[in-house]
């Protein structure tokens, strides 16, 4: 059983140092970019590995399912070869997409709270579609701004908005 633990621990110690949990406070800079660039690299000046974890909480209210949800950044798999201020806010927007689809995951979440849905697969069902979504906006993200600088700069204006339009879904430690 200590092993276990001590395995558990060490895995969590490890993701905590490796990532950084999205603040609004806190923006990505060239140093969190700790990974190796890959030799096929292509084009490519940096990447974000950016994810969103859903976690059950153990406990529910009555028979309420209750969940977290965290925009993460992971450093160890995130790189870049440039130092480039434009790839770099290229790169941030990246993890404000995520945080941009963890609150809407969290207002959904919340939604079906308020309903007193007791059906953990409903749930289940809206955030792996929204987890679905965000893979494929940013992926629409790359492929929109590629070497465009208005669209980058539409891009920017429009996670901004939505960041603030979702505010009251900012991730909070007390959830």
């Not at 806190?26 to 974000?48: C, H, I, Y």
């Not at 980058?152 to 909070?172: A, G, P, V």
């Amino acid at each position: 059983m200590k092993t276990i633990l001590f395995i558990i621990l060490s895995f969590l110690a490890t993701y905590s140092t490796d990532t950084i949990l999205w603040d609004s406070s806190n923006e990505l800079e060239w140093e969190d970019f700790q990974g190796t660039p890959p030799n096929n690299r292509g084009v490519k000046m940096a990447v974000s590995s950016v994810k969103i974890v859903v976690e059950s909480n153990e406990y529910y209210e009555g028979d309420i399912p209750s969940f977290s949800v965290k925009s993460y950044f992971n450093k160890k798999k995130s790189w870049t070869v440039t130092n480039s201020k434009k790839s770099l806010l290229h790169e941030r927007l990246h993890f404000d997409i995520t945080e941009v689809y963890s609150r809407r995951i969290r207002c959904q979440l919340k939604a079906l709270e308020k309903a007193k849905e007791i059906d953990v697969n409903r749930y289940k069902e809206t955030y792996r579609k929204l987890l679905k979504e965000h893979g494929e906006v940013q992926k629409k993200y790359d492929s929109e701004v590629y070497f465009n600088k208005d669209k980058q700069q539409e891009w920017i204006d429009s996670i901004t908005k939505q960041l603030e339009e979702l505010k009251e879904f900012e991730y909070s430690s007390e959830e």
